[in-house]
């Protein structure tokens, strides 16, 4: 596997990393630096897109960088032979691509999570398109319950042959948009722990992180197949399993069920307002 300390560019999400370019300019050091939404629709906004950054000879960011746990989670490497305009403008074509469903959204493509997940997605090299980039290096993230010793970098080599271009080459497939779906339910597991492992101190303490990751998808997944589709109640369902138990739903003569034969009309609420209607009952009894 190519090193990335072969990396000639650091490429940073803004988003991430606030005051990312007051950083830089901090360090004293040279550099060649293109904020990739200038010169587009989204200009001001230039400190919180992606961030391209090619050090100039003299410069340790890229080898603090690869010491530097902290700044992975916010950040890529990148190695091009190509100038940083050329490297740039190539990147550009990414930030709006269309679906193919006929949509278009930002694609954060400097977040490490979300180029993860979207790079993997593409069965080759030869269909991702990476232009004049010949190496991209993004760790492969980690959930905080899984184990830190073993992170592991991923490398997307771009085609030696230089595929032309066309505007098709930066739509997303049923691939991408099913990959960046994942990053988002990804991040939502990630938030739903952090507030489970407050409100719940000991509800992990003693389990492996894989059966951490399956009591957090199971619970989700019940809580989808519910119905229920917004953050706030999967929030709420989740926080039920962990307080009654997974099946709080289905149990007899669970709390659940109990405020069910109160009135029969919270059984004729539909699944969002249902939950919603629960949580109150339950914080009601608690009080």
């Not at 490429?11 to 007051?22: F, N, Q, Y």
């Not at 004049?132 to 905080?144: D, G, L, S, T």
């Not at 997974?246 to 059984?267: G, I």
Request: glycine letters at 6%; charged letters at 20%.
């Amino acid at each position: 596997m190519t090193n990335p300390s072969i990396a000639n560019y650091l490429l940073i999400d803004g988003a991430l990393r606030p005051e990312a370019l007051v950083g830089l300019y901090q360090r004293h050091e040279m550099f060649e630096i293109d904020p990739l939404y200038l010169g587009t629709r989204w200009k001001d906004l230039y400190d919180l897109g992606p961030i391209l950054v090619k050090p100039l000879p003299g410069s340790t960011l890229l080898s603090d960088w690869l010491v530097d746990e902290a700044l992975w989670a916010d950040s890529t490497l990148i190695f091009s032979e190509a100038p940083i305009q050329d490297v740039a403008n190539h990147l550009r074509r990414f930030i709006s691509p269309p679906d193919c469903n006929g949509g278009s959204g930002l694609l954060r493509f400097a977040d490490p999570l979300v180029a993860h997940f979207w790079l993997s997605s593409y069965s080759g090299f030869d269909d991702m398109h990476l232009g004049p980039i010949q190496h991209w290096w993004v760790v492969k993230p980690k959930q905080i319950w899984e184990p830190r010793s073993q992170l592991h970098w991923q490398t997307f080599s771009g085609s030696a042959t230089g595929l032309q271009w066309d505007n098709h080459c930066a739509q997303l497939a049923n691939e991408q948009i099913s990959a960046l779906e994942q990053a988002q339910y990804w991040r939502f597991l990630g938030r739903v722990h952090a507030r489970i492992s407050k409100r719940n101190p000991s509800l992990f303490l003693g389990m492996s992180s894989l059966q951490i990751t399956e009591w957090l998808n199971t619970s989700v997944t019940a809580g989808l197949d519910w119905g229920l589709f917004t953050e706030r109640g999967l929030v709420i369902w989740v926080e039920a399993c962990a307080d009654d138990g997974q099946d709080f739903a289905t149990r007899p003569n669970s709390l659940y069920q109990n405020w069910l034969t109160l009135d029969r009309a919270n059984a004729r609420l539909s699944p969002e307002p249902r939950i919603e209607a629960f949580d109150a009952h339950r914080y009601a009894q608690k009080g």
